[in-house]
């Protein structure tokens, strides 16, 4: 499934059996599938390893995403809920639609996170949907974040458009909370503690452990690549969440699925030239846009540029029922155009 089909089966507008698609599917494009766990990549030998076989490569593209790691926070599982991990989405769903009054928390436990904006569109649609039950005015909403702002690879100005839409939906924004340990009822950060009812929280991620055991990332760290998402060795490419593209010394390009198909599209059309004997000549471009849900089928739109000179460059489009009609529309399109 797409993992922004989670935010509906959240909302209750989506049910997740219609939301997947076998990735079988893709043999009709003359790929062929197999569905196996990668255990070994030897770059030297040109071989992937799976549980049952090994394959020779001549160009290999990694792009195994990554794993939750709520385990490193300790009391995580035990006491809290995770937004990106399906079976805790539907716990979420059924717990906010029973729920009459207390305190919700929302936490980003680590960083970097896939697809920034996705904790604030769950924190609206959850408001959205105790509006609807009419719990709203009785539930307090309180978002911990380990960043200063809201979303700092968007820079200080949509950071702040995003804080006045938290804001108008009474959601409170508590920068620079570092979430150390969770207790039952009780967050503690670096700086602090609070309690909750329900806690909601994206956890620390960390790369997929074959990556590390085959020598592509160290440990607690992603796969470092360029734009041309060029490994360490020769043929070997990167794409995706599983690798890290630095843009400034402290900002890199967000873990987004529309950044991994146009890093993706990249490599294909680089590969092909050499296949061909061709000047490789693309250059993954860091523009892309992503949807910000906002509640009541509306959604903003964030457009990005991350190689813009001489920075970064996001820019939100207001909320509207419009572009909650074109994320439905860009789902759609994916699937028909890859699956
Ligand atoms: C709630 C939510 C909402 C989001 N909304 C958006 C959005 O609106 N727009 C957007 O652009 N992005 C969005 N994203 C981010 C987007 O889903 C990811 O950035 C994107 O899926 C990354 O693609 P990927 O191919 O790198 O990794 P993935 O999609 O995670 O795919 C990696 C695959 O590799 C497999 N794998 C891992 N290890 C192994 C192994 N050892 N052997 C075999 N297979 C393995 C995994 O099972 C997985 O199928 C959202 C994410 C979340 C969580």
């Known amino acids: 499934m797409m993992d922004l089909v989670k935010l509906w089966i959240l909302s209750g507008t989506r049910e997740f059996e219609f939301s997947k698609r076998p990735l079988e599917k893709i043999t009709k494009k003359g790929i062929e599938f197999t569905n196996?766990?990668?255990?070994?990549?030897?770059?030297?030998?040109?071989?992937?390893?799976?549980?049952?076989?090994?394959?020779?490569?001549?160009?290999?593209?990694?792009?195994?995403?990554?794993?939750?790691?709520?385990?490193?926070?300790?009391?995580?599982?035990?006491?809290?809920?995770?937004?990106?991990?399906?079976?805790?989405?539907?716990?979420?769903?059924?717990?906010?639609?029973?729920?009459?009054?207390?305190?919700?928390?929302?936490?980003?436990?680590?960083?970097?996170?896939?697809?920034?904006?996705?904790?604030?569109?769950?924190?609206?649609?959850?408001?959205?949907?105790?509006?609807?039950?009419?719990?709203?005015?009785?539930?307090?909403?309180?978002?911990?974040?380990?960043?200063?702002?809201?979303?700092?690879?968007?820079?200080?100005?949509?950071?702040?458009?995003?804080?006045?839409?938290?804001?108008?939906?009474?959601?409170?924004?508590?920068?620079?909370?570092?979430?150390?340990?969770?207790?039952?009822?009780?967050?503690?950060?670096?700086?602090?503690?609070?309690?909750?009812?329900?806690?909601?929280?994206?956890?620390?991620?960390?790369?997929?452990?074959?990556?590390?055991?085959?020598?592509?990332?160290?440990?607690?760290?992603?796969?470092?690549v360029d734009r041309t998402c060029k490994t360490r060795y020769d043929h070997v490419y990167a794409i995706g969440d599983v690798n890290q593209i630095m843009v400034t010394d402290k900002i890199a390009v967000p873990k987004a699925g529309i950044f991994a198909e146009t890093e993706g599209v990249t490599i294909a059309r680089n590969i092909i030239a050499q296949i061909k004997q061709e000047q490789e000549s693309a250059t993954f471009d860091g523009k892309g846009g992503c949807f910000l849900e906002t509640g009541k089928q509306t959604a903003g739109y964030l457009q990005v540029d991350m190689f813009a000179t001489p920075a970064p460059l996001t820019q939100l489009e207001p909320p509207s029922a419009d572009y909650f009609s074109e994320k439905e529309k860009f789902e759609r399109e994916r699937l028909e155009k890859w699956l």
């Open 36 to 224: 196996e766990e990668v255990v070994k990549i030897d770059p030297d030998n040109k071989t992937v390893r799976t549980k049952y076989r090994r394959f020779h490569y001549d160009y290999l593209i990694i792009a195994l995403g990554v794993d939750l790691a709520p385990e490193q926070i300790p009391g995580l599982q035990e006491n809290g809920l995770v937004l990106y991990e399906l079976k805790d989405v539907l716990k979420i769903r059924d717990s906010i639609r029973q729920m009459k009054s207390g305190k919700i928390a929302i936490a980003i436990m680590g960083l970097p996170y896939k697809c920034p904006p996705a904790p604030y569109e769950a924190a609206l649609l959850i408001r959205s949907i105790l509006e609807e039950s009419g719990a709203s005015d009785s539930i307090q909403i309180d978002f911990y974040s380990p960043t200063p702002i809201t979303l700092p690879a968007g820079g200080p100005q949509v950071s702040e458009e995003i804080l006045q839409i938290l804001q108008s939906k009474k959601i409170e924004f508590h920068g620079n909370h570092k979430t150390v340990v969770v207790e039952p009822n009780k967050l503690k950060f670096e700086n602090g503690e609070t309690t909750f009812d329900l806690l909601v929280a994206v956890p620390p991620h960390k790369v997929p452990a074959v990556v590390v055991e085959s020598g592509f990332a160290q440990a607690g760290k992603f796969i470092e």
